[in-house]
């Protein structure tokens, strides 16, 4: 049936929303359990400025408060119902025309590049900044504010990662989760279970580019970038069967999660 005639009722699946502006927060908040992610760099492109400019000139309090001011609004409307916002993933080209922008590297392959938690790990005081403003914000009674850590491949980075949270004094009750965005956290999911992680996500554009070995922004293969290719779909199950084990939550922030036949595979799979 089409989605207008059906009624809103509970459904077992929660149905998040990916943000990037809080418009319309209060309509939305009311109709969905959460956010399953929550970007943090149009947060940055506002500002104007490169946060690692920030921090090289000893300005990581001016990071936090943009992160707070755009984190908390959202936080509100959405109480007591979980926001999950992702650590820094900018790719050094989409950062060149802000403040400081010049000094990033030129890469061939920026999608393949310095970014995600891998820079975050080489840029501590950028990530220890994130964990800041998301500690300040629990101190001010926004507890449903969790931390997602992007572009993962090892479990030494998630480990990496929560050494940096103590070290910064990150509440326990913070959940920290990672994204499901590379064939080796899809295949290596297990190890993450063990090492105890909080929930995962899968961001299945980056995940498909990624097995098929297609770029997502190439037109000349556009037609061979499908989330429906067999490897895609065994690496999705794969993870779901694995955290279902170990009772870890899973869900989807890829374009895939609005296709209404992967959404009953993804059901299906549980």
């Not at 030494?156 to 499901?180: F, H, K, Q, T, W």
Request: glycine residues 6%.
């Amino acid at each position: 049936a089409p989605l207008e005639s059906v009624p809103a009722g509970e459904t077992v699946t929660k149905i998040k929303v990916n943000l990037v502006f809080p418009d319309r927060l209060q309509e939305v908040a009311q109709h969905t359990d959460g956010v399953g992610l929550l970007r943090i760099e149009h947060m940055i492109a506002k500002s104007g400025i490169h946060p690692a400019k920030l921090v090289r000139e000893n300005r990581a309090e001016d990071y936090i408060k943009i992160l707070i001011d755009g984190i908390k609004p959202i936080a509100d409307a959405y109480k007591p119902k979980p926001i999950w916002v992702r650590t820094l993933d900018a790719r050094s080209d989409e950062f060149r025309n802000l403040q400081g922008g010049q000094d990033e590297p030129k890469e061939d392959n920026p999608m393949l590049g310095w970014h995600g938690i891998r820079r975050s790990l080489d840029e501590p005081e950028i990530l220890k900044a994130e964990f800041e403003a998301v500690k300040r914000l629990h101190a001010e009674g926004l507890t449903n504010v969790h931390v997602m850590l992007p572009f993962v491949i090892s479990v030494d980075e998630l480990r990496r990662a929560r050494e940096i949270a103590e070290e910064v004094g990150l509440p326990s009750e913070v959940l920290i989760g990672i994204m499901i965005e590379t064939p080796a956290a899809a295949l290596t999911i297990e190890e993450f279970c063990k090492e105890g992680v909080d929930f995962v996500s899968f961001g299945s554009n980056d995940l498909t580019m990624l097995t098929l070995g297609t770029d997502r922004n190439n037109t000349k293969i556009a037609n061979l970038f499908s989330e429906m290719h067999p490897a895609v779909l065994r690496q999705l199950k794969h993870v779901i069967d694995i955290t279902k084990n170990y009772n870890i939550e899973s869900s989807i922030c890829g374009e895939a999660g609005s296709n209404p036949e992967m959404a009953k595979i993804l059901v299906k799979a549980g």
